[in-house]
């Protein structure tokens, strides 16, 4: 989830670096701004006086009669329509379920939203013996939920027990809340960084 956050992040700032700098240059070529502030534009730099083209006839067809220009193009073209493609699927694979329904069989009209769900398993679980802090995500699908549970332990707690109270506490009171024959659940356990002690 955070490896895709990462991607999705660095996709938009691309993105919206590309269009900041085509829209100025758009807007300075459009205004004119260069010969209005006595500046000499760059040479080469497209759009940036008025009148003028992103590509002209000439860079348009310098390639075309060569044998490797269409494969070439082609070739590019399929590898952004597979990155774009690539990228939708990751969007898709790992979404929030949303609202849910509760019950099994589902009751009619009544949903649960899962944020709802994480914050009350996330409070219940910071309750818990030997637990500092707990951070609960609702992942997969609205008809197949998930749990993705964080605790931070404080030092000196057990591990195992932890977890036990977490399986007997928490999550058996959201499963009999929510009426669901299953509630897939992943725990990851951390121990809270602290000072060593000195010794004098």
């Not at 269409?70 to 597979?82: F, R, S």
């Not at 928490?170 to 897939?184: C, I, N, Y």
């Amino acid at each position: 989830m955070k490896r895709q956050s990462v991607i999705n992040r660095i996709l938009l700032a691309l993105a919206g670096i590309v269009l900041l700098t085509g829209g100025l240059l758009v807007l300075a070529g459009g205004l004119d701004l260069y010969r209005r502030w006595h500046l000499t534009p760059p040479d080469g730099w497209p759009l940036l006086t008025p009148h003028t083209v992103l590509l002209s006839a000439a860079d348009r067809t310098r390639w075309t009669g060569q044998g490797w220009w269409w494969p070439v193009v082609i070739a590019a073209l399929a590898v952004i329509v597979l990155l774009a493609l690539w990228w939708l699927l990751e969007q898709l694979r790992r979404t929030r379920p949303g609202r849910m329904s509760i019950g099994t069989p589902p009751t009619d009209g009544v949903e649960l939203h899962d944020h709802a769900l994480s914050d009350a398993i996330a409070a219940d679980a910071r309750q818990l013996p030997g637990v500092q802090q707990a951070r609960v995500q609702m992942t997969g699908r609205a008809n197949h939920p998930e749990v993705r549970i964080t605790l931070t332990l404080t030092p000196g707690s057990e591990p195992g027990s932890v977890l036990q109270a977490l399986c007997h506490g928490p999550l058996e009171r959201a499963h009999q809340s929510t009426g669901w024959a299953q509630l897939p659940t992943q725990a990851r356990l951390q121990v809270t960084a602290h000072k060593p002690h000195r010794a004098e």
